[in-house]
């Protein structure tokens, strides 16, 4: 989706707000439901659950192709939630609903560490490693789809390149991304997380140093380094993340447990379109021409990104984040205390 965005812009005349939507209406909603599928996994079963959500993915696809419309290719991705692209951040709409989300979590919280089989746990985030893990998958992702979406229009609407030329630019990184995590999995096994999420955010942030002079005669030589660099440093992340979602949790939670990495990876991406997106819309003149230079305060966040995984790569890694993992295993071991129900009186 990300390389056919310039052909949207064109073909649709959507703005750069209307193509952050089309990547973040997608990662929202499906960031919205990740957890209750796992927990729907648990309870009706995992391939029950695949393939009522094949079957609506091969529908939405199909509406997708037939928008007629960028709003109407938006509606088939998802259903619109946030404006911060569009209002600007620090708009009442905005705000309000920052705050809205926060009334929301913390009543969530409450009213979930009451229930005797609650779809989020709290108890979850009370082990080190996997509250790391969560907001790593946070910080990679949102470096990851900031990248997708800003290498995309660069490449096509700064250097001229076709979708097909620009995605065979981007296979460097691809392959990086596809070799790397059985390997980074092997060295999880061998050595622990750290060393491969302490490389990875080095990879990252290295790779978001290499693209923040990028203009329109930047040497594809530089660009080749850049991609191999932040595919190297994004591959060797996914594995370290699922290993510290899972680990130590009962069957009965897994499912929930790898869905609340898992909605952490599309809330990270849905972020980083958003973030990425609005600080480039802030920069951006009348023309894509200037696209390059407004880029660079979005190359700096990846560089930031890429450091945040370096430090929780080595705060989740040391023996007391590990001995909390283990008290968490062990109270999920003994079954929550039913709530007992209130009476009138």
Same mark, same amino acid.
């Given at each position: 989706m990300n390389l056919a965005l310039p052909s949207i812009r064109r073909d649709l005349g959507s703005s750069l707000s209307d193509l952050q939507w089309v990547i973040d209406a997608y990662t929202l909603v $499906?960031?919205?439901?990740?957890?209750l599928g796992g927990s729907t996994g648990d309870r009706v079963g995992r391939r029950r659950t695949f393939q009522a959500g094949l079957t609506l993915f091969g529908l939405g696809s199909l509406l997708c192709s037939l928008a007629p419309s960028t709003g109407w290719l938006i509606a088939?991705?998802?259903v619109q939630a946030?404006? *911060?692209?569009?209002? *600007?951040?620090?708009?009442?709409?905005?705000?309000?609903?920052?705050?809205?989300?926060? +009334?929301?979590? +913390?009543? /969530? /919280?409450?009213v979930e560490s009451r229930r005797a089989e609650p779809l989020l746990d709290p108890r979850f985030f009370t082990s080190i490693p996997f509250s790391a893990a969560t907001l790593t998958a946070v910080a990679a992702f949102a470096?990851?789809?900031g990248f997708l979406f800003l290498n995309a229009l660069y490449l096509q609407d700064v250097r001229g390149y076709s979708p097909l030329h620009a995605g065979l630019l981007t296979l460097p990184m691809a392959a990086m991304t596809a070799v790397l995590p059985p390997i980074s999995g092997r060295i999880v096994a061998r050595r622990g997380a750290r060393l491969p999420l302490v490389i990875g955010g080095v990879g990252i942030a290295a790779g978001g140093c290499l693209l $923040?002079? $990028?203009? !329109?005669?930047?040497? $594809?030589?530089? /660009?080749?380094? !850049?991609y191999v660099v932040f595919g190297v440093g994004f591959g060797l992340i996914n594995a370290p993340i699922t290993n510290a979602a899972v680990s130590g949790m009962p069957v009965a939670q897994a499912g929930v447990a790898a869905g609340v990495a898992s909605t952490s990876r599309q809330v990270g991406s849905a972020l980083g379109v958003a973030v990425l997106g609005s600080l480039v819309t802030s920069q951006?003149?009348?023309?894509?021409g200037d696209f390059a230079a407004a880029a660079r305060p979005a190359w700096v966040v990846v560089i930031g990104c890429g450091l945040v995984v370096v430090a929780l790569g080595v705060v989740g890694t040391t023996e007391r984040a590990r001995a909390t993992a283990r008290r968490?295993?062990?109270?999920? +071991?003994?079954? !929550?205390?039913a709530v007992a129900p209130s009476t009138a009186g």
């Open positions: $499906l960031a919205s439901l990740l957890m088939f991705r998802a946030i404006e *911060g692209p569009v209002r *600007g951040w620090g708009s009442p709409v905005i705000v309000g609903s920052f705050l809205a989300a926060a +009334a929301a979590l +913390a009543g /969530l /919280l409450r470096a990851f789809a $923040l002079p $990028l203009d !329109a005669s930047t040497p $594809l030589v530089l /660009l080749f380094v !850049a951006l003149a009348t023309s894509f968490t295993a062990e109270r999920f +071991a003994v079954p !929550a205390p």
